[in-house]
């Protein structure tokens, strides 16, 4: 199944923000990251992935100076998340009448892989849900980068971090607007975010009472979809750029990546011939 892909890339860095020094009061997304615009990392990703039909970018225009091997849209700027997610649902169903899903990717997770795209898409349709939102275990996270200094919401059974892609039923940008205009306000913070679906809810996150596949159900009861939570064993999905030391870190990460491609394969030493068999010596004759 293939569906088409949303990229969010329209948040500009006001001054006091800690990457605006880095922006020059241009979108966050076309910051260099080891030689290319951020945004042009995670484009390069989906036009690799099998699965991905066609993009749209939000935020940004043509004069961008963008690629990719899939057809390339843009949508203006909207203003807020939530409005810009509905335009390019919009947009998409535009391009596709019958499209049911679309990806939802942020701009600024560069480290992002054509397959792991592939892999999301082909474990999300496996059901019928309404929206699929990816989490990263601690462990995974920290273990690929070390240094991130992720934010974590401490579960039952796990510390996880969220995702920046995700999919998404497209009649969810119809329904339950508010809720969601709330939600994706407060995306950075799981707290404010469960006291937006109960007091309850917070107080049960917060002394830690919850599974993840509990408060996924919590959730899904409360706003009134169905949900499921996908646990990704890669942290490249999960890993954004907020801050200095994060766009610092993958700089050197993706740098790191691109010297190892060109780097040349080491000569084989040519293998020694063999010399000739020494002679047999002549047996010993009998007296």
Not at 110 to 115: D, Y
Request: glycine content about 6%.
């Amino acid at each position: 199944m293939k569906m088409n892909a949303i990229v969010t890339a329209g948040g500009i860095p006001q001054p006091g923000d800690k990457l605006y020094a880095y922006s020059n009061g241009d979108s966050k997304a076309l910051i260099d990251v080891a030689g290319k615009p951020m945004v042009q990392w995670a484009l390069d990703a989906l036009g690799e992935a099998k699965t991905v039909d066609q993009v749209i970018v939000i935020g940004l225009s043509p004069k961008s100076g963008l690629t990719c091997k899939k057809p390339l849209h843009y949508v203006s700027n909207q203003g807020r998340m939530l409005a810009n997610i509905t335009a390019g649902v919009n947009k998409s169903l535009e391009l596709n009448p019958k499209c049911e899903y679309v990806l939802v990717v942020s701009a600024d997770i560069p480290t992002l892989k054509g397959e792991m795209v592939d892999w999301l898409v082909k474990t999300c349709m496996k059901t019928k849900d309404d929206l699929y939102y990816g989490v990263c275990p601690r462990e995974v996270m920290e273990s690929r980068f070390p240094d991130s200094n992720r934010t974590y919401t401490k579960l039952k059974d796990m510390e996880v971090c969220g995702a920046d892609i995700n999919i998404t039923h497209v009649r969810m940008v119809t329904e339950h607007l508010d809720t969601w205009e709330q939600l994706i306000g407060n995306r950075k913070s799981p707290l404010r975010q469960a006291a937006v679906i109960g007091l309850d809810t917070l107080f049960q996150l917060a002394t830690g009472q919850f599974t993840l596949q509990g408060l996924v159900e919590r959730a899904s009861q409360r706003i009134g979809i169905k949900g499921r939570a996908i646990v990704w064993d890669k942290a490249e999905p999960c890993m954004d750029v907020d801050k200095p030391h994060q766009l610092e870190l993958l700089r050197e990460d993706l740098a790191r990546q691109q010297r190892a491609k060109r780097k040349p394969a080491p000569l084989r030493k040519p293998r020694k011939k063999s010399g000739a068999k020494k002679a047999a010596k002549p047996k010993a004759k009998r007296k």
